[in-house]
């Protein structure tokens, strides 16, 4: 079983930057895909960046391309999403998810309660 708990959000000013973090309990954290989602109210959850295990790889959503960069450390079982030039559409509730693959497609077995991202004009 794995166990994800967020941190970071808050509120930010149209241009500013955050970084969230997602901390993964057990020990089989080096052999996961992690991703990042997201849902505004209204909408459904969309994709937002992901990374493999390694972290040699790496994903991205053309609306986030450019803005975000995903990055993890192992040896702290940590994944992270630093946000900058943050928009308004970026609003939204942020959840960190982990997958025995990789990628935009794979299947995100464990998920984290989420974190909001909320960004003023």
């Known amino acids: 079983q794995v166990q994800l708990v967020e941190s970071g959000g808050g509120l930010v000013q149209a241009g500013g930057s955050l970084r969230l973090s997602c901390a993964a309990s057990g020990r089989t954290f080096s052999n996961l895909g992690m991703a990042w989602f997201r849902q505004a109210p209204g909408k459904e959850r969309e994709f937002v960046a992901a990374i493999s295990w390694s972290g040699a790889s790496a994903y991205y959503a053309d609306s986030v391309k450019g803005r975000f960069t995903i990055s993890r450390d192992n040896a702290k079982n940590t994944v992270y999403l630093q946000m900058n030039s943050l928009k308004p559409e970026d609003t939204a509730v942020y959840y960190c998810?982990?997958?025995w693959g990789a990628g935009r497609s794979a299947e995100y077995t464990y998920w984290g309660q989420g974190t909001q991202v909320t960004v003023s004009s």
């Open positions: 998810a982990a997958s």
